[in-house]
């Protein structure tokens, strides 16, 4: 229980913060429950933009150098819901819902 209130904090038991520095997302497998709304922060710490996408959890957003961005996700079923930057597809995380 204490790795999944040090993974999604914030705004609660529905809001993913990642961090994006040094060409990867922190964390990496933030987990969160199932069948309900979620909220991903995303904040872009690198000198140039990146594109957040997931074909799985239908967003795609890109965001601008040392910005910030939320991004509102449908509720979703138990799984696992790759994310990346498909500027660098190299940096890829995973959601994973319980």
Do not use: H
């Not at 990642?18 to 060409?23: D, F, K, Q, R, S």
Request: a negative charge; glycine letters at 6%; one cysteine or more.
């Amino acid at each position: 229980m204490a790795l999944l209130a040090t993974q999604v904090r914030a705004g609660g038991p529905n809001e993913i913060c990642l961090t994006y520095a040094n060409g990867q997302f922190e964390p990496k497998e933030p987990t969160v429950p199932a069948d309900a709304p979620l909220t991903i922060r995303v904040k872009n710490m690198e000198g140039k933009a990146i594109e957040f996408e997931s074909e799985t959890l239908k967003i795609e957003k890109v965001i601008a150098a040392n910005s910030e961005a939320v991004l509102n996700v449908r509720a979703m079923k138990s799984g696992r819901y790759e994310f990346y930057n498909d500027f660098n597809e190299k940096a890829r995380g995973f959601v994973n819902v319980q």
